[in-house]
């Protein structure tokens, strides 16, 4: 495991970098928002996105992936979480091609990859059935019906779901969790879009007598429990370098702030009180990077350690978007609590992505079950 | 130290341990030969012994995985009790986590600085880090450990508690000066926001 960028990966990151600063920065979210845009993000940019490869990272050669890897979807990811764009890649390019990459038949994969990879088909991943993350507590029912199955039950916070092409449905069935995929047609679902607090795009869905053939099974029946064990590790390092992203960004543009903003004829970057607090920022920044590029070194590697580093990743970049978020509205002052200026988003988005996938209550019991306590 | 003109006078630390002196030399003639280095040429030694005294400090953080300790979560089983296999208390295992996934990341941190090292790239804005959270770190260990010992983490001398119960009272107290030694928390802060962050003074 190194924790250092590849050279292709520094090369990833730096295009990833000025791609967003370019083509997405934060003016791009608040017209998305301000438009109430029904899409939710722009498509003509999802297809850049494509041609650049990134969708094809997690998804091997055979479907038009590269194979590239978590490590280098990682810093595409945390590029767009310094402008805070809204795009797909949690919900497809990382979760959407794990799953089937990982579970699906050959079939399955000739279906959707190869679209998915083009930035023509989104996938959504329908888990969550409460207000907290809890991937083992799913009530929806799949029952047998002829050679099918019949879905029934509710999804909620579905990420891109009211958008998506495909959802990856987890369902209870008779022996375990089982994973199903529905297109987003199937008689009998509904789909209602939530306005979430930081603009992005999330869903709860109904699925009433939804009836899907045998061939909808993604992976092993009753066997989708490690499948999602696996892939969800996965998106809580992914979202991790996305949230990185962020509280450096919204770190840096505090500590500018102190240098440029005087008070009583001097910059209030000059006041200890301030001073310490900005350090301690840098402290947890830097200290958060070293957990995520552990992480996705060890997942890239499959290390035996890659499962509790990702929640170690997911719990410090909860904890430092949490503070740089918040420090960055109180010293900002005033201005910081206008909708005008830009530091209230990253706070905003923080408080969504620390409950995706697992808050840090919920990774602290993760790792240390994983650690043996 | 057995010239008449020489009198220390031990001072007793919070821990009990008396490693400092007051030591007053009043009159006390010494010859030439024993002159260390050269005349009014001191602070520069001394200087450069201090320096070895913060590199030593800011070592502390790496020691906690040093083999002659127990980790904290077998401390905590061991006081606590367990419940299929996990620390009973669910607040304390909590708590528990937090330090350990706090130490491993900043062991985390120190590791990617030394591949940095190796791999050429010139030290850059992290080790300005090391001295202020390996110290803040270490003590966090210890209040931890007093946390899940419970009363048998404070006893002070004699029976009711074992040599390591004993020995850990008198650490927690000798660790408090990790922060204050070899430059205090505050000034590492000062230091990351004058060299790292440019804030002005």
Known sequence: MSMLLSSEAQMVRDTALDFFRERSPITALRKLRDDNDPVGFSRPLWREMA??????????????????????????????????????????????????????????????????????????????????????????????????????GRKTFVLDGHVADTLIVAAKTAGGITLFLVPADAVGLTRTRLTMVDSRNAANLTLQHVQVGADAVLGPLDGGGAILDSVLDRARAGLAAEMLGSAHEAF???????????????????????????????????????????????????????????????????ETLFLCGNEGVQMHGGIGMTDEHEIGFFMKRARVAQATFGDTIFCRDRYAQLMGY | MNDPGVRPRPIRLISGASVFCETFIE???????????QLNKGWTIAKRLLEHER?????????????????IEAVAKHYAGTVDGRIADPVLRDHV?????????????????????????????????????????????????????????????????????????????????????????????????????????
Not at chain 2, 59 to 67: L, P, T, W, Y
């Open chain 2, 27 to 37: 009159n006390v003639r010494v010859p030439a030969g024993n002159l260390v280095g």
């Open chain 2, 55 to 71: 590199k030593g400090i800011g070592g502390i953080g790496a020691r906690q995985s040093a083999k002659f300790e127990r980790p």
């Open chain 1, 51 to 152: 041609e650049l490869g990134w969708t094809g990272f997690l998804v091997s050669e055979d479907y038009g992936g590269s194979a590239f890897g978590i490590g280098g979807l990682a810093q595409v990811m945390e590029a767009a979480g310094r402008t805070l764009a809204a795009t797909p890649l949690l919900s497809t390019a990382l979760l959407g091609a794990s799953l089937l990459s990982l579970a699906g038949s050959e079939d399955q994969k000739a279906d959707i990859l190869p679209a998915l990879v083009a930035g023509e088909h989104l996938v959504a991943l329908a888990l969550e059935e409460g207000s907290r993350h809890a991937p083992t507590q799913i009530g929806l029912l799949a029952e047998r019906d002829g050679s099918g199955y019949r879905l029934n």
């Open chain 1, 252 to 318: 840096e543009r505090t500590v500018q702030y102190l240098k440029d903003r005087k008070q009583f004829g001097v910059a209030i970057g000059s006041f200890q009180a301030l001073k310490h607090r900005a350090a301690q920022m840098f402290c947890e920044v830097e200290i958060s990077r070293s957990a995520i590029l552990a992480a996705v070194s060890a997942l890239d590697t499959k290390g035996n350690d890659a499962a509790a580093l990702a929640s170690l990743a997911k719990a410090k970049a909860n």
């Open chain 2, 97 to 201: 986590a937090a330090f350990s996934m706090d130490s491993h990341a900043f062991q985390l941190t120190r590791r990617r600085a030394a591949e940095e090292a190796e791999a050429g790239t010139p030290p850059g804005p992290l080790s300005a880090m090391f001295k202020y959270q390996a110290t803040e770190l270490n003590k966090r260990r210890y209040e931890m450990l007093l946390e899940v010992e419970g009363f048998q983490g404070l006893g002070w001398e004699g029976d009711g508690f074992t040599e390591d119960e004993l020995r850990l009272t008198r650490e927690w107290l000798r660790s408090k000066a990790n922060t204050i030694e070899g430059g205090t928390s505050e000034v590492q802060l000062n230091i990351i926001a004058k060299r790292v962050l440019n804030l002005p003074d």
